[in-house]
């Protein structure tokens, strides 16, 4: 039955019925998954209907069954450099070459993914790239993933999915770093043998197998990344992925949309702006505590009191001008007679005890406890 239905796709891809072709091709791989030649040719199809993405994903299904399958090799190559991914399609197509050296598309299609890429080199050179501070993050609004299946995607739209019924469905979310884009995947009690990732230029593509049946996750990214510093860590209930920024921008979306534009990342290397304090509405004017001070201390000594107040003040500032002596003769006088002497005098009263003295009129009585 599969081989029946091949031959039905084929003869539709001949016929440039390339959505009936990618059907077909589905349900033969359908009844017979570890055929790597279906893969390799529903490949071609989806570069047919520009569905890119999927293209990379079945080439790279072929390549996992049959490493020797040049053609794979050829088709993933021509899917990323439409996808402008120079480097990842010049990889593949250098592989692919390797198996068919006297392969002129190989060549040919080797010198423009070095010519793209000269030209990036080139356009990468002449920005500025601004250093971000270390904790600034944009959080995503929280997603549900549909089960990406290549050969049910919305052919001429390479970036959109559709969900497959009976598959397994997991949600996923993410948020902005200033040098990353962190992607979560909740699938729980995953196996970390069970999980494929693989990172292009500006794809990314996830494999979880999940009870048997197969959960793919496809994106065309919203910008580009380094695969070689992404990573990705299986958790007990999340699959964690780490996307290396080419560029410090921050990503409004996950995905490519074409017209999105990269919105830097507010950055502080200007010293000033770092050392500036936010200023609210209590601080406007700011309070010399000093100079207040002085001035306080000032109508304090020049303030005119009478009676009591005015002996206790005069008492007060010839102890705070007077050197230690006096304030220890001051002290021990008035503590020892009951507040009745005040000497300054220290060499007549520290060798001795003061005794109280009453005024005149009165007497000293001693309470008896």
Not at 151 to 165: A, F, I, R, Y
Request: charged share 30%; with cysteine.
């Amino acid at each position: 039955m599969a081989t029946d239905l091949e031959m039905r796709a084929k003869e539709a891809f001949v016929d440039d019925n390339f959505d009936l072709a990618v059907d077909l091709y589905t349900q033969a791989l359908d009844v017979d998954p570890k055929n790597a030649d279906l893969y390799a040719d529903r490949a071609q199809a989806n570069i047919k209907l520009e569905s890119f993405t999927e293209a990379v994903a079945d080439a790279n299904k072929a390549i996992e069954l049959d490493p020797s399958m040049t053609k794979a090799y050829l088709r993933k190559g021509t899917a990323c450099i439409k996808l402008e991914e120079y480097q990842t399609a010049k990889a593949a197509l250098e592989a692919g070459v390797l198996l068919a050296p006297g392969d002129s598309r190989f060549t040919k299609l080797i010198k423009e993914c070095d010519e793209r890429i000269a030209e990036e080199t080139v356009s990468l050179s002449k920005k500025v790239m601004p250093n971000a501070p270390p904790n600034t993050m944009s959080h995503s609004s929280d997603t549900t993933i549909e089960e990406v299946n290549s050969s049910h995607s919305t052919h001429g739209l390479p970036n959109q999915t559709k969900e497959t019924p009976n598959k397994p469905k997991f949600r996923h979310d993410y948020y902005n770093t200033p040098t990353e884009v962190v992607l979560t995947i909740f699938a729980k009690g995953i196996p970390a043998e069970n999980v494929t990732v693989e990172f292009g230029e500006q794809t990314l593509s996830v494999t979880i197998d999940s009870l048997g049946e197969e959960y793919h996750f496809q994106r065309r990214l919203f910008a580009k990344i380094v695969p070689a510093n992404c990573r990705y860590q299986v958790l007990s209930a999340k699959v964690e992925i780490r996307l290396s920024k080419a560029e410090t921008i921050t990503w409004t979306s996950l995905e490519y949309s074409g017209k999105a534009v990269p919105q830097k990342i507010n950055t502080f290397s200007d010293a000033a702006t770092m050392q500036q304090r936010p200023s609210y509405p209590s601080s406007k004017s700011k309070v010399d505590w000093d100079k207040l001070e002085a001035e306080v201390k000032k109508e304090e000594k020049d303030e005119k009191l009478d009676g009591d107040a005015a002996l206790n003040k005069f008492f007060q500032d010839i102890y705070r001008d007077a050197d230690e002596d006096t304030r220890r003769a001051m002290s021990k006088s008035f503590v020892e007679s009951n507040g009745t002497v005040l000497s300054t005098n220290w060499g007549e009263v520290g060798s001795k005890k003061v005794e109280g003295s009453a005024p005149d009129g009165m007497e000293i009585k001693k309470w008896e406890y």
